[in-house]
């Protein structure tokens, strides 16, 4: 049986910015929500993973902003997987205003891995064999290996953070959204006040514990582009890379 999650959210003070246009970080964390109520639907939510040993991890997702939601404001998060794989599960999310206007979507990639090992594996069965519905229309799939992660890349503004214990989930590693939040905030400060994200795409490497130190990179691409890394201090391992682009 194929299952379409959809969950309506009011937006609350703490989900908004300064301007009170709906954060990055608060939007990716109801995505994240909305994604396992719809795993658990399917039997491979969190917990049904690590009873079999497994966890679930991000490695890409993009996400598109058409329009901000703002504070007070009533949306429909729709989400559902739209491709399953050898390695990979793909999964497409889709916001709604109540008169129906496409506010943003986001395509995401994410694999298996063993708790035990702390490494990839192949899909277990009773995941591939999971219905995807069919009633949808999925957005493109995300390559793999998208142009901007061998771009040159030069850091201009670096910015050292130690990962703390709220930041780490129920797979024991750090939360992706927390890197986000930590790549935004290190963002000149004159963008933030005056632009705003019209899409960002990254591209998740390697997990993080609690107590490392990551440096947060990021150097101009174009007028309305940045790059952005974060490694990990003591090894040089990459655990982010991402565009953001800007309006």
């Not at 219905?131 to 793999?144: E, F, G, I, N, Q």
């Not at 391992?237 to 682009?245: E, I, N």
Request: glycine share 4%; hydrophobic share 40%.
């Amino acid at each position: 049986m194929a299952f379409t999650q959809t969950d309506t959210f009011t937006l609350r003070g703490y989900e908004c910015d300064a301007f009170g246009r709906m954060s990055i970080p608060a939007l990716m964390n109801l995505m994240q929500e909305s994604a396992n109520r719809n795993a658990i639907d399917y039997g491979i939510g969190i917990a049904d993973l690590a009873q079999k040993g497994f966890g679930w991890m991000l490695m890409r997702f993009c996400l598109r902003m058409h329009q901000y939601p703002r504070y007070g404001q009533t949306i429909q998060l729709i989400t559902y997987p739209t491709t399953v794989e050898k390695y990979f599960i793909h999964r497409d999310f889709r916001v709604i205003a109540e008169d129906g206007t496409l506010l943003a979507d986001a395509s995401s990639t994410w694999l298996v891995f063993s708790t035990e090992k702390r490494s990839m594996v192949p899909l277990p069965d009773f995941i591939r064999s999971l219905s995807p519905p069919t009633d949808v229309d999925p957005l493109p799939t995300l390559p793999l290996k998208p142009g901007f992660q061998t771009a040159p890349f030069s850091p201009t503004d670096t910015k050292r953070v130690e990962v703390g214990w709220l930041s780490i989930d129920q797979n024991k590693h750090v939360n992706n959204v927390a890197y986000v939040q930590w790549l935004l905030e290190a963002v000149d400060s004159d963008v933030l006040q005056t632009r705003e994200i019209a899409e960002i795409d990254l591209v998740y490497r390697t997990e993080s514990h609690w107590h490392d130190w990551l440096e947060i990179q990021s150097t101009s691409e174009t007028d309305s582009s940045i790059l952005h890394r974060i490694i990990q201090t003591d090894s040089g391992k990459d655990v982010l890379l991402a565009r953001s682009r800007w309006r």
